[in-house]
């Protein structure tokens, strides 16, 4: 006999989609917990509103859902598993939520190639634990245009940020809960340095 499997739920915690729940159906995905969520989107909450977002390895969708439902005016959603984005797309459509784009991509190889749009104003990159260098794939969305001076990013790791970061970004804010570190960096501007 077979035993179904049982689907996770990532609950939305505040804004116009408050109460949605997004169904996660692969394994491999960890949804950012409810208390990080909250104290990112207290940091961000100046930010938010008008914002066009970037969810790199997206997973469940949680960071985009949230950006929109409390003020962005869009959130492109870039991850490889073809299971978290079908249940992501699902997920959408059920809710009517539209102003999430879904990319079924590796997140490493969309940002290889140049944006031609305008750079994303909030980034949020949470990657496998200890499966890529985060700082490498922070210049590479300066280097090809996802981020400009302005973008803040947000990374989240099992490592302590102040030993990832190198000295050309600012740690704007950052705090840990349990074995997790999170924070908001940005690009320390040429010009604050004269």
């Known amino acids: 006999m077979t035993t179904l499997k049982k689907v996770r739920k990532v609950r939305i915690i505040s804004g116009k989609h408050k109460g ?82 879904v990319k079924c991509k590796d997140s490493i190889e969309m940002i290889q190639k140049s944006n031609t749009q305008k750079p994303f104003d909030i980034i949020f990159l949470d990657p496998p634990y200890g499966q890529y260098d985060l700082i490498k794939i922070i210049d590479t969305l300066y280097d090809h245009y996802w981020a400009s001076d302005a973008s803040k990013i947000y990374l989240e790791s099992n490592e302590c940020l102040d030993k990832i970061v190198s000295s050309k970004y600012q740690l704007i804010r950052d705090s840990k809960a349990g074995n997790v570190y999170y924070g908001i960096l940005k690009l320390i501007s040429q010009n604050s340095l004269k």
């Open 20 to 101: 949605v729940s997004l169904s996660v159906n692969d394994d491999l995905v960890k949804p950012t917990p409810d208390r990080i969520r909250e104290t990112l989107f207290n940091w961000l909450s100046a930010s938010i509103e008008g914002s066009r977002v970037l969810e790199l390895f997206g997973g469940s969708g949680c960071l985009s859902v949230e950006s929109v439902s409390r003020g962005s005016n869009s959130a492109f959603y870039i991850d490889s598993s073809k299971k978290a984005c079908s249940a992501f797309k699902d997920s959408l459509v059920r809710y009517r939520i539209n102003d999430v784009a």
